[in-house]
Structures are given as structure tokens and as C-alpha cells.
């Protein structure tokens, strides 16, 4: 029987259940290592940054770097 469990892996690779379990059963396993979509600090900065990026300033600043403009 196949079950799926979810873990945590410390910093020196070590494997932590997040549910309580007896035991990991001795035998072979397949882990899927999960990868964040986007990165959680930059979600919540992008309000206070987009203040800035708005500006007409800070599109003066960076038109050169468009030449269609």
C-alpha cells in the first residue's frame, strides 16, 4: 500500500514527520522535493516597493534603459 506523509528536512538533511507517526517503516521510499512558487518576502515588499516604482522620478531615472520611449 502506497501512503504519503508530509516532512520537513533540516538544514543537515535529516527527514521530520509533521504528523505523528510510530515509526518510518524500514524499506525504500520516494520523496518529492517541493519548491516554493514565489518567494514569500517578496509578495508582501511589493506594495511598499510599487510606491516607488510608481513614480514619474523613477520612470526618468530608468528611460534609458528603454529606447522605445
Known amino acids: 500500500m502506497l501512503r504519503?506523509?508530509?516532512v520537513d528536512i533540516d538544514a543537515s538533511g535529516r527527514i521530520h514527520p509533521l504528523e505523528d507517526l510510530p515509526s518510518l517503516p524500514?524499506?525504500?521510499a520516494?520523496?518529492?522535493l517541493l519548491t516554493p512558487s514565489?518567494?514569500?518576502a517578496a509578495l508582501l515588499a511589493e506594495p511598499a516597493l510599487a510606491e516607488d516604482w510608481l513614480k514619474t522620478e523613477e520612470d526618468e531615472a530608468w528611460a534609458h534603459l528603454q529606447p522605445g520611449k
Open 4 to 6: 504519503t506523509i508530509e
Open 26 to 28: 524500514t524499506g525504500r
Open 38 to 40: 514565489v518567494d514569500e
Open 30 to 32: 520516494l520523496l518529492t
